[in-house]
């Protein structure tokens, strides 16, 4: 009776089991999301070796990391805001994909990379470990930076991972990150599509920008980046054509010979007064719902096999709506993926226990 007690669903079954005590009537995954262990959604939170028994779909991967950045701290603490920034719990339901994404898929929390303050280059080694431990177990990593540095330990390892086959990118953000060095240091969250570029994991020409404005990168920069093929999207061109046809041009872009695609999402996309939480806030960007429909349109075509969303500061957010639309980015990412296996006839497997 007592397995049968814990399994019961509140959430999810009117009838309770006869003698059930009301009192144990809701497994700790219909909770509201404040009560008990944080991870994203309420989801198992699972250590490597587990992850690699279980064999999810999908895992979250926190890489609380930002000393890389240029201009204001903070992101290292947006993974826990990130996991935090939902009212939701239990079997959520996409409105917007008409799919219940944790029915289809099966989705862990991984928690952290080890990362330490002050030690740029154990940081990211310890990153991309566990990008790709997570990655070698057949889940898609999707990496709650952090400043944007991780990414190139985080695609880095997916590129790795997904060898011999070729990895395209598409990359939301204000700026282009492209720079040869910050300030002399080559790993900054300045320059981490420069190095992904230049040590191989991704061909310049599958490496597609959208969003980018304001009043960087200078000339020697674009230049280095037309020269090694990069395709970029200002936002001007987002305001001419809209943003659906925009993304629908990076999609074949990226998909111009790689058959599998990394996502990487600097929050500051996003106008900063639809999310001010963040390091290097850029006036003139996306709208919130823009950026969601991007994600959904992207995970609904091609096959997702790492992402990362980043650079949220939570110190200068407010009422977490910074957080908030970092957590639905995810959410639309997740349940693009649970619809796109639903719609090529692949089984369900639920992430939680019935």
């Known amino acids: 009776m007592a397995d049968e007690i814990r399994r019961h669903r509140g959430t999810n079954d009117e009838n309770p089991p006869a003698g059930a005590d009301p009192y144990l009537e809701f497994a700790d995954f219909d909770l509201p999301s404040y009560v008990g262990p944080l991870s994203f959604q309420k989801l198992p939170w699972l250590d490597d070796a587990a992850v690699a028994e279980r064999r999810p779909d999908v895992a979250i991967v926190g890489a609380p990391f930002d000393d890389a950045v240029s201009h204001r701290p903070g992101a290292r603490f947006g993974p826990r805001a990130i996991r935090a920034a939902t009212y939701h719990s239990g079997s959520v339901n996409s409105l917007q994909l008409g799919i ?117 990168p200078p000339p020697e920069t674009m230049e280095w980046m037309e020269a090694n093929g990069l395709r970029y999207h200002f936002m001007t061109e987002i305001e001419e ?39 290097t806030p850029e006036p003139g960007g996306m709208l919130t ?40 980015c995810v959410m639309e990412a997740i349940s693009a993926i649970a619809a796109r296996r639903r719609d090529r006839g692949e089984a369900a497997r639920p992430s939680f226990d019935r």
Do not use: C
């Open 241 to 279: 054509r809209g943003a659906e046809a925009v993304v629908a041009d990076a999609i074949a872009e990226a998909l111009d010979g790689p058959d599998v695609i990394y996502l990487s999402v600097d929050i500051d996309v996003i106008d900063p007064g639809m999310a001010p939480g963040t390091g």
């Open 100 to 216: 219940q994404p944790f029915e289809w898929l099966d989705v862990v929390d991984a928690g952290d990379a080890p990362v330490v303050p002050s030690n740029l280059e154990r940081s990211h080694e310890v990153i991309r470990r566990k990008v790709l431990a997570v990655a070698g177990s057949g889940a898609v990593p999707i990496v709650l930076g952090g400043d944007h540095s991780i990414t190139y330990p985080s695609a880095s390892a997916v590129a790795a991972h997904v060898a011999p086959r070729r990895l395209g990118v598409v990359h939301f953000d204000a700026h282009a990150d492209t720079a040869a060095t910050t300030w002399g240091v080559l790993k900054s969250h300045g320059t981490p599509m420069r190095r992904l570029i230049e040590s191989g994991a991704v061909a310049g020409r599958n490496f597609v920008q959208v969003g980018l404005r304001g009043y960087w």
């Open 289 to 328: 719902r823009e950026l969601l429909r991007a994600i959904r349109q992207i995970g609904g075509a091609v096959n997702l096999v790492g992402m990362d969303v980043v650079e949220v500061a939570p110190a200068y957010d407010v009422s977490e709506v910074t957080a908030a639309a970092a957590n639905r």
